[in-house]
């Protein structure tokens, strides 16, 4: 059985800091696609960043240069790393894995992944 557990989450004031984690179990995010993925209330889930299985990135123009993604095959974890917060990051987060099988293809789209955490929350405050 596949679950991703994400971990990290709070509140911070706008400038801060936040690192999430989604530690995975049931499979190797060496040999998938991931993604972290938000969820404000009342929008859209949004794709904020992803990385191939090669370990190319993806980054939405609203997080780029702030946000970086990475993964410890030998922790089989994927991580957030979140500086420069604003209060227009705060949303759930979900970590999110594809099986998707051309090492280098980055999962942009919903119907890609193939696995879901459950998702952590993020608040900034102004």
């Known amino acids: 059985q596949v679950q991703l557990v994400e971990s990290g989450g709070g509140l911070v004031q706008a400038g801060g800091s936040l690192r999430l984690s989604c530690a995975a179990s049931?499979?190797?995010?060496?040999?998938?696609?991931e993604g972290w993925y938000r969820q404000a209330p009342g929008k859209e889930r949004e794709l904020v960043a992803a990385?191939?299985?090669?370990?190319?990135?993806y980054y939405a123009d609203s997080v780029k240069g702030r946000f970086t993604i990475s993964r410890d095959n030998a922790r089989n974890t994927l991580y957030l790393q979140m500086n420069s917060l604003k209060p227009e990051d705060t949303a759930m987060y979900y970590c999110?894995?594809?099986?998707?099988?051309?090492?280098?293809?980055?999962?942009?789209?919903?119907?890609?992944?193939?696995?879901w955490g459950q998702g952590t929350q993020v608040t900034v405050s102004s």
């Open positions: 999110a894995a594809s099986e998707i099988e051309v090492a280098d293809q980055i999962a942009t789209s919903d119907y890609e992944y193939d696995y």
């Open positions: 990385m191939s299985r090669g370990g190319s990135t």
């Open positions: 049931g499979i190797r995010f060496s040999m998938k696609a």
